[in-house]
C-alpha cells in the first residue's frame, strides 16, 4: 500500500465543507479501484484499532466501514458475536444466509470472502454455486430445512418480511431464536454488502493461512443436520 494520508486540521475537510471530526488516516492501494481511501488499521486510535482485532486478519471491507467511525466498534462487535458460539443458528446455515443474502443484493465481494468459511465447514461448491445462482430449491444439495431459510431470506431482502406462510415453517422447524438471529444476519451482511457496492471496492490482497485461521474464528460447528 502507498499513499498516507492523515487529517492536518479539526473542523474543515479537503472540499473545504465543515465536518464535526477529523478525518481518519487512510491509505491506497496501486491501482486501486475503490472510490473511497481505505482506513489504515495501523495509525487509527486505540478504540478503531481494537475493532479492527474483529478478525485476526484484514478484510478491504472493514477499512472502508471504518469510515463510519462512531458506528464501526458496535458494528464489530456484532460481527464478533456472529461469528461465535453464542450464535445458536448452526455455521452452516449462517453461511446460507450470509451467501443468499450476498448474491441477492449483488455484492460479488461479500459472497466471495465468505466463501472460504462455508467451504471449509464442510457445504459442498456446488451448493455453494446453488446459492450463487438462485438454484435454492434443489432438493439434492438442499434440505428441508434448508429450503425454508432461503426462501425466508429471500423475502426479508426482497419484501423486507415474511409471508405467512414461511412464518409457519419457520416456527415448526426452527426456534424463535434462530428466526430472529437470521433478521440480525441478514441486515449485518447488507450493511457489508452496500458499503462495498458503494465504495467500488478491490478484492482482498491474498492472506497467508486463511483457511486455518478461519477455522479458529468461526466458532461453533454445524450440528450436522444440514448437507
Not at 479537503?14 to 464535526?20: D, F, L
Not at 463510519?68 to 444466509?97: H, K, M, N, Y
Not at 431470506?153 to 419484501?159: A, F, G, I, T, Y
Request: charged fraction near 25%; proline fraction near 5%; charge should be negative.
Amino acid at each position: 500500500m502507498s499513499s498516507i494520508s492523515e487529517s492536518t486540521s479539526l473542523g474543515s475537510s479537503a472540499n473545504g465543507k465543515s465536518q464535526a471530526y477529523s478525518a481518519l488516516p487512510t491509505t491506497t492501494y496501486p491501482n486501486q479501484r475503490a472510490v473511497f481511501p481505505y482506513v489504515d488499521p495501523s495509525k487509527v486510535n486505540p478504540e478503531l484499532a481494537e475493532a479492527f482485532k474483529v478478525l485476526p486478519f484484514e478484510r478491504n471491507v472493514l477499512k472502508q466501514l471504518a469510515h463510519a467511525e462512531g458506528f464501526f466498534p458496535s458494528i464489530a462487535d456484532l460481527l464478533r458475536t456472529v461469528f461465535r458460539s453464542t450464535r445458536e443458528l448452526p455455521t452452516l446455515e449462517w453461511q446460507l444466509v450470509v451467501l443468499r443474502t450476498a448474491a441477492l443484493i449483488g455484492a460479488h465481494y461479500v459472497f466471495e470472502i465468505n466463501s472460504p468459511v462455508a467451504l471449509i465447514n464442510g457445504m459442498p461448491n456446488a451448493k455453494r454455486l446453488l446459492i450463487a445462482f438462485g438454484k435454492t430449491d434443489d432438493t439434492e444439495f438442499f434440505t428441508v430445512r434448508d429450503r425454508i431459510l432461503l426462501r425466508y431470506v429471500e423475502e426479508l431482502v426482497r419484501n423486507n418480511t415474511a409471508t405467512d406462510a414461511t412464518l409457519d415453517d419457520l416456527k415448526a422447524n426452527f426456534t424463535t431464536r434462530e428466526i430472529f438471529e437470521t433478521i440480525v444476519i441478514v441486515g449485518l451482511y447488507t450493511i457489508f454488502g452496500r458499503v462495498t457496492n458503494v465504495s467500488r471496492i478491490d478484492d482482498d490482497p491474498e492472506i497467508p493461512g486463511l483457511e486455518d485461521l478461519l477455522v479458529s474464528v468461526t466458532g461453533q460447528k454445524d450440528r450436522g443436520d444440514a448437507n
